[in-house]
């Protein structure tokens, strides 16, 4: 098999879709030997920030000596992002092997009438490749909700976060903050600790709180006095916790978050220095949030697709572009609220080129530009990425904020780093 055949084998699980319930994941592990059972786990749900969060405690737990998995989703540049240990992707000679090991399994389970999805035959996958290498921590990012979500197959993790909570996906997880924090909530656990981001609608807090009442779980929230914040950048934030000074690209919520699970996890004797503190978030990378791919001119990417990501992007145009001449190619995905995105972010642009990524759910560039309208006067769709960066041409002192979807990023990020490398 090989390297192009194994991702075509994970691939042709897409058209399952997503399917409620954890009963063909629990049959799938249980047939690998629950490689589940072996690590310990943080688990981090949430709608905004949880990869960001998942990708600090990570970083740190590597930076204390542990072997740390990291599994996340969705990948930007390379599907093996996904199955991470110590920083490092998977191999392609180890995720073969894990498909050739899985696969047989899920055949045989489909015989019997149970259809693997995409998400959980990946999700046994990484679970068994990081029991195969003896990880200690495995950081879990939840997929999509919580309680329903493959990765709750785990029982009570170290700890659990639940990061910012807003409106999406509401079709599947509903349409009120309290009806997707009850789904987010599914990964508490009898028992278990749980931090909960700092920011929330109320309902999310009444909704969490009364989850850790009733399975007799420790709710943990950032206190934010803790936290000072001594500057702002566009490369990142430099601030202070208990006394502590760190710097790097993240937001200060969720920073505090993942230094909250760090704090529950020391208080079980995990052994996480300070100094360990300070180089994990020194040396966290996520790529196409808020990334910078060129200072001049300055071409920034960001992948965030909802109104909580849209309204993040719109403080840093806020505070830190006001006043500069900003070109944004954008694209987005059709089951995604465009017109409140757009609404946030439109506004600070004179330029919009739109366009649209290969993927099925996603939005024409006409449809997209003919929203975009509403918010900005320029308004242009391009036929590919390549025309959308001819379009979207800047330089000197000009901005390029390229925007919308992780789907975009993926495609767009190298022929941008190609037309601005310096």
């Known amino acids: 098999m090989t390297y192009e055949e194994a991702l075509q084998k994970i691939n042709s699980r897409l058209r399952f879709g997503i399917k409620p319930g954890l009963e063909r994941i629990e049959a799938l592990c249980k047939k690998l030997g629950d490689p589940q059972k072996k690590p310990r786990f943080v688990h981090v749900a949430g709608t905004n920030g949880k990869g960001t969060t998942c990708t600090l405690i990570a970083s740190v737990l590597t930076a204390a000596g542990y072997r740390t998995g990291l599994y996340t989703s969705p990948y930007v540049l390379d599907f093996r992002e996904r199955f991470r240990i110590d920083g490092e992707m998977i191999p392609e000679a180890e995720l073969i092997e894990e498909v050739k090991r899985v696969s047989p399994i899920a055949d045989e389970l489909e015989a019997k009438?149970?259809?693997?999805?995409?998400?959980?035959?990946?999700?046994?996958?990484?679970?068994?490749?990081?029991?195969?290498?003896?990880?200690?921590?495995?950081?879990?990012?939840v997929g999509l909700g919580g309680r329903f979500d493959a990765t709750n197959v785990i029982d009570t993790p170290e700890a659990a976060a639940i990061a910012s909570i807003s409106l999406d996906h509401t079709a599947i997880l509903g349409d009120t903050y309290a009806k997707i924090a009850f789904e987010k909530a599914g990964i508490i656990k009898k028992g278990g600790d749980v931090v909960l981001y700092p920011v929330q609608d109320p309902s999310v807090f009444e909704t969490i709180e009364s989850a850790c009442n009733e399975r007799g779980a420790h709710l943990h929230i950032p206190d934010e006095k803790n936290m000072k914040v001594n500057g702002t950048a566009l490369t990142g934030t430099a601030l202070t916790w208990r006394g502590l000074p760190f710097t790097g690209a993240h937001q200060v919520h969720n920073a505090a978050t993942a230094l909250t699970v760090l704090d529950v996890l020391r208080e079980k004797h995990a052994n996480i220095t300070d100094e360990a503190l300070q180089k994990g978030f020194a040396s966290a990378y996520i790529p196409a949030r808020m990334e910078i791919l060129s200072q001049k001119p300055l071409v920034l990417l960001d992948g965030g697709h909802n109104p909580g990501c849209a309204s993040a992007l719109h403080e840093v145009l806020k505070t830190h572009l006001s006043g500069r001449h900003i070109t944004a190619i954008m694209g987005m995905m059709a089951d995604k609220d465009s017109m409140r995105y757009l609404e946030l972010t439109a506004p600070h642009f004179e330029r919009i080129i739109t366009v649209r990524p290969q993927n099925p759910r996603s939005l024409s560039a006409e449809a997209l530009a003919d929203e975009a309208k509403h918010f900005c006067k320029d308004v242009q769709p391009a036929q590919s990425m390549k025309d959308a960066i001819e379009k979207a041409t800047v330089s000197g002192d000009e901005v390029l904020v390229i925007c919308g979807s992780f789907f975009l990023?993926?495609?767009?990020?190298d022929l941008a780093i190609e037309k601005y490398k310096a």
Do not use: K, M, N
């Open 409 to 413: 990023a993926s495609e767009i990020r």
């Open 113 to 141: 009438g149970e259809t693997i999805t995409e998400f959980e035959f990946i999700t046994a996958l990484a679970f068994d490749w990081f029991a195969q290498r003896d990880c200690d921590f495995v950081v879990l990012e």
